[in-house]
């Protein structure tokens, strides 16, 4: 290869090139300061989060409504092995992963056997349980005092002699997040070309078809909520150790909408549509929280404005901003009204 | 000790049967979780509080007026973010309904402020906090017993409604089969606006007791005693007008002795856990049926 030749990149490629290389130079921009880049770090935390969430409701077509259950078990399993032992974050998040992957499985095998409503119901219940066991278990959380002092991420070649470096600033947040974020988009397309993203795909495009071709539905259906939750801890694992701080409170359903909200906006299963998705619903949060108090309004009422946004679009564009061709098929109304008509939940008795 | 749970548990229980009627009339017709149930039974608070405070209504007047308002907005709900939906993949409506929920909670919170408002007691009967009964050092208001004969009365009426009444009849044709319910003359969107404005009714009622029983009404209240007259509807087997009253009276009364006896820190986690450990153990709920066949969710 050697050098690059511009004309033979495709279109997207360029794209691509060109919104990394923005993305690399970002902090060093004359009007990028502090709180910007916070901002920044914020959008790729989530754009982390909603891939992973997008497994679910995006390549399988189930609504995961706990989501942030599994982040706060990620935030909470990276800052209390910090916390009480000093554990390397460069082995917590293996570790936040597995813990994530592990609830994923014992919430999961039960629950994916029924429909999708009773999933979304139970996944909303699990987070909300999650929450009230941070809430309460003071002894291990500290309870709604929250975890402060958490250790800012480091890297350590002390044990080789060489010198220690600690993360310290947005700065090199910053670049850790993209490279979080680098990894986990590479693993989502090739989930999404392999043999296990093609299952998804099926089971989401028609699970009777799925398994007259051989697909485990329920085996599957497992393994993708497990790699989400498992996503999810992972930016709850860089979530503690960049914010240092951590209390229940961050953990509320509000943070799952939000992320579902991103997903939908961006196009259900389009991972590219999801990032875009994060950074649109990160900025639009941040840019209500300044606004709405000067309205006189409590800045939890951004809430309003997404809400909207995810009645409007499965209204007048369910399948997102950036819709699979798949995906829009399905979601298009009167898709059901060919199918046999099922024996209804009748109100019996 | 134990009697006064009990007593709380059936109170609170009533409330929560009612609230998980409505989830379950709803699934039954429509086969969604309306999830933005729990704001209708905010919005009835809030409409009785403001009904009350600003035009200076008596309390017997607002609760009905209030009652009828959140038969207004279930309708309305379901003729803007529903029914379009119709023919969409459960995702969709999915998706929707929880988006109306946290939408109608903001649109409160814009309205009536975020913060917890008490609940003008003037307005409430004067005897209402008299003793009625005391037995075995229980004490038994009035109120306990308004609300009892309440929820009993409505309990009761909706059941003669769907059983009885022409209405009902055309309710339970929908939920069976909407093709065949509208080949045999039924207007299947009327039967469907019909049983949201019911739902929204009752929802709207057990907003406004509990409201002047805890004496608090919030804009987020309806986002946990949505969640666990949810679990109530399922734990009766959602679609069961009868199971989500039984339900929703057994985990009012479970909550009750689960936060005297084990743990009240872990008073709401109860119904969460009671939700979870049905849905993976006996799905079908104490009433329902199975649901085997999935249905498409997207």
Known sequence: MGKLELQKLTRGAKIRIGLLIFALILPFLPFVTDYLLHIAILVLLYMILALGLNIVPGFNGLLDLGYVGFYGIGAYTSGLLTYHFGLSYWVIIPLAFMNGAIWGILLGAPTLRLTGDYFAIVTFGFSELVVLFLTNEIWLTRGPLGLPGIDVVSIDLTLFGGPKWEFIGELPYYYLAIVMVLITVFVMYRIQDSRLGRAWFAIRDDEVAAVSCGINLLAYKVIAFAISAAFGAVGGSFFARWMTFLSPDMFKFWESFLILCMIVLGGMGNIWGVMIGAVILVSLSEVLRELLPLLGLPADVRFLAFGLIMVLMMRFRPAGMLPIAAVAAQMRAGRTKRRKSKPAMGIKK | ?298
């Open chain 2, 1 to 298: 000790m134990f009697l006064q749970q009990l007593v709380n548990g059936l109170t609170i229980g009533g409330i929560y049967a009612m609230i998980a009627v409505g989830y379950t009339m709803i699934y039954g017709v429509v086969q969604l979780i309306n999830f933005a149930h729990g704001e209708i039974y905010m919005l009835g608070a809030f409409f009785a509080f403001t009904f009350i405070t600003v035009l200076g209504l008596p309390f017997y007047a607002a609760f009905p007026l209030a009652m009828v308002c959140c038969a207004v907005c279930g309708v309305l709900l379901d003729i803007f973010a529903y029914r379009p939906l119709r023919q969409s993949p459960r995702l969709a409506a999915l998706i929707t309904a929880i988006g109306m929920s946290i939408f109608l909670q903001n649109l409160a919170m814009i309205i009536w402020g975020s913060r917890a408002k008490p609940f003008p007691q003037e307005a409430l009967p004067a005897y209402f906090e008299k003793t009625a009964v005391s037995f075995g050092g229980v004490n038994l208001s009035w109120f306990h017993f308004f609300i009892f004969v309440l929820t009993i009365v409505m309990m009761a009426g909706l059941h003669l409604t769907i059983k009885k009444t022409r209405w009902g009849k055309a309710m339970r044709a929908v939920a069976q089969n909407k093709t065949m319910a509208a080949l045999t003359g039924i207007n299947v969107n009327r039967v469907i606006s019909y049983t949201f404005a019911l739902a929204g009714a009752l929802g709207g009622a057990a907003g406004i007791m509990v409201a002047a029983f805890y004496n608090s009404l919030y804009p987020t209240m309806g986002y946990i005693a949505g969640l666990k007259a949810f679990a109530a509807a399922v734990l009766g087997g959602i679609g069961s007008v009868p199971g989500a009253m039984l339900g929703g009276v057994v985990l009012g009364v479970a909550e009750a002795f689960g936060a005297g006896y084990l743990s009240s820190l872990y008073r709401d986690g109860i119904s969460y856990a009671v939700m979870i450990i049905v849905i993976i153990l006996i799905p079908a709920g104490l009433f329902g049926r199975v649901l085997k066949e999935t249905k498409k969710s997207m």
